[in-house]
């Protein structure tokens, strides 16, 4: 039922989208026809986790905090409508700020054969720059052997001021799948997932076109 609403949602709000911000999308043939496949995205606003369901033409989730399901008043009925229709998993403060528990969560739906959405900044970067990465996108390909799709996403961060940007200001560049066939079989995990994650921040790097920053997000907890 929840995968229905979801992309029932989506198909609903596409066109209002288009019609507003006319969203750039590029990259659509690099998107898994079946399967699980790990989205691993800059992170400019918190409205990356809406603009990134509505670009994709499969079901992409997200985890998110118990307590966004539970907020008073106005505010809380539209996010919790809003966490609802993408279909996001809530996941304990506690575990989600350990990182845990979101990783479990994107295992399940990774088997499930969803698109599973990851900021390996940890948070919303809020000078525009791109931030070093964790290693949850690494662990969770080395885990589940699903592949990482990146991408860049530009100008969401103009959705969230009182002004409308101008139409086709927000672009979504979608990356082919990252080879990491060339890491050496024998080397230890943790290499393995330093390696990973470097690639993954330079193929992000690439399709938004950022300039990076060598000092982590400050308010980083997590990926989600």
């Known amino acids: 039922m929840t995968q229905r609403f979801y992309m029932g ?5 596409r066109p209002l989208v288009s019609l507003i911000w006319n969203p750039r999308v590029t990259g659509l043939e690099n998107v898994p026809r079946d399967g699980g496949f790990i989205i691993a995205s800059n992170h ?7 603009v990134i369901p509505v670009a994709f033409p499969r079901q992409i989730r997200f985890v998110a905090k118990k ?28 575990a989600l700020s350990s990182g845990k528990g979101a990783l479990q969560s994107a295992q399940v739906i990774l088997r499930e054969g969803a698109g599973f959405g990851i900021y390996p900044e940890g948070s919303r970067s809020k ?26 996403l530009k100008g969401t961060q103009e959705l969230m001021k009182p002004k409308l940007p101008e139409r086709g200001a927000v672009t979504v560049r979608i990356g082919a799948p990252i080879d990491f066939s060339d890491l050496d079989p024998g080397a230890s995990k ?3 997932r330093r390696l990973m994650t470097a690639r993954i921040m330079d193929e992000i790097q690439a399709l938004s ?16």
């Open 9 to 13: 949602v989506r198909t609903a709000v």
């Open 44 to 50: 400019l606003s918190n409205i990356d986790s809406f």
């Open 67 to 94: 307590s966004l399901w539970t907020q008073k008043g106005l505010k809380g009925r539209i996010l919790k409508w809003f966490f609802t229709a993408v279909d996001a998993v809530p996941v304990d403060r506690e």
């Open 127 to 152: 000078d525009g720059k791109l931030h070093p990465g964790k290693q949850g996108a690494a662990w969770l390909a080395l885990e589940s052997g699903r592949p990482i799709i990146p991408v860049g």
């Open 190 to 192: 943790g290499k393995k």
């Open 209 to 224: 076109g950022q300039q990076r920053s060598e000092v982590p997000t400050s308010s980083a907890r997590s990926e989600f």
